[in-house]
């Protein structure tokens, strides 16, 4: 594809391109959203470098030192250090197996005058949850009434397994209070770093300045790479054979997690997305099991760093979606290792291992 785009477009494919992003693949990107209920234009539409720009042009634009901004927990890592860089004060809303707990929000708004409400709604990183559809239209009511802006983080709800789809948060809303951030690198291709943002068409504007003093423009080439994924009917094959794959792993996992762990190490089942979350027994502390895991070397994200402050309980996160499945299952077998290991290892009364959580 990259060749038959060179001939085709010439030296044009490698040249400069509007900060907004190519119009061809903007209006793929509309076209694209479609099936998530979304109807926007290409002047609504900017291309990001991944997903995790989206992040900061979005604090840079909206956030100042000291704005409130709500998020749930736990939630994305990344976003958390996005808005921490941004030196704005974090308030995190629990949730559960329905997502956000909205009636604590709307608690909170009570109180609180936020400037920014981030979510990701559908196969939430890291829990794997889905905001249900009551829940969604109670977190677009609160918004409105409150007067504050939701940021939906929306990398995976390509990717269902099985259940029944919701509509994104964007689709949902009469207000035009919502900002649809989204990525190619979860299906397509990581290392091109192409995601979009879709947002009232003033705040586009304001969007794309910012990224002007960042980048100028995202990756030309990549760009008309992936358009040519949309428009020639590649990503829907493309996008089959990647949720039957990710299927067949997450059933691998979550089958050697029944054999492999102990007593009180529970988890959930997620209906789509690239995360299993754990929550460990009692009596395995996470500090000790890291220094396991990595005897074992086994991999996997401390639920610590999802969270603003410290995790009402202990969990980790497990990806399906990179490793074969033969790995999945060995990786499984260590875990489990590792986490007999460290029950059988000698309390030390309250001691407490400090320092700073890795990112794994």
Not at 133 to 156: C, F, K, M, S, T
Not at 296 to 303: K, N, S
Request: with cysteine; aromatic share 8%.
């Amino acid at each position: 594809m990259q060749e038959e785009i060179l001939v085709r477009k010439g030296p044009e494919a490698l040249l400069h391109s509007p900060t907004e992003g190519v119009t061809a693949f903007r209006e793929a990107i509309c076209r694209h959203m479609v099936p998530r209920g979304i109807r926007s234009s290409p002047e609504e539409v900017l291309v990001t470098s991944g997903s995790q720009q989206g992040l900061d042009l979005v604090a840079r634009t909206l956030l100042s030192p000291g704005d409130v901004v709500v998020v749930e927990e736990p939630s994305y890592f990344g976003a958390l250090e996005v808005f921490r860089s941004a030196r704005v004060r974090l308030l995190g809303v629990p949730t559960d197996a329905d997502g956000m707990r909205t009636d604590v929000l709307e608690a909170l708004l009570a109180r609180q005058q936020p400037r920014l409400i981030y979510t990701l709604p559908t196969f939430q990183n890291p829990s794997g949850c889905v905001l249900s559809l009551p829940r969604r239209r109670h977190l677009l009511e609160l918004a409105w009434r409150h007067q504050v802006p939701i940021l939906e983080d929306d990398p995976y709800s390509d990717l269902r397994y099985e259940g029944e789809a919701l509509p994104s948060l964007k689709a949902l809303d009469p207000y035009g209070h919502v900002i649809h951030l989204s990525s190619f690198s979860k299906v397509l291709f990581p290392g091109l770093r192409l995601g979009w943002i879709a947002a009232p068409r003033p705040l586009v504007r304001q969007l794309a300045l910012v990224k002007q003093t960042v980048d100028l423009h995202s990756g030309t080439l990549g760009q008309w790479i992936v358009e040519g994924f949309l428009s020639g009917g590649l990503f829907a094959k493309h996008l089959g054979a990647t949720r039957a794959a990710y299927r067949r792993r997450r059933d691998v996992l979550l089958a050697a997690l029944e054999e492999e762990a102990p007593a009180g190490f529970t988890w959930n089942r997620p209906e789509g997305g690239f995360y299993v979350w754990c929550r460990l027994p009692e009596d395995v502390p996470p500090a000790r099991l890291l220094a396991q895991a990595a005897a074992e070397r086994v991999a996997y994200l401390p639920g610590g760093a999802s969270f603003v402050e410290e995790p009402p309980v202990n969990s980790i996160r497990l990806n399906f979606t990179f490793a074969p499945e033969e790995q999945l299952r060995e990786g499984v077998r260590r875990l489990g290792r590792a986490l007999r290991a460290t029950q059988a290892e000698p309390r030390r009364g309250n001691h407490t291992v400090v320092g700073t959580p890795p990112i794994v």
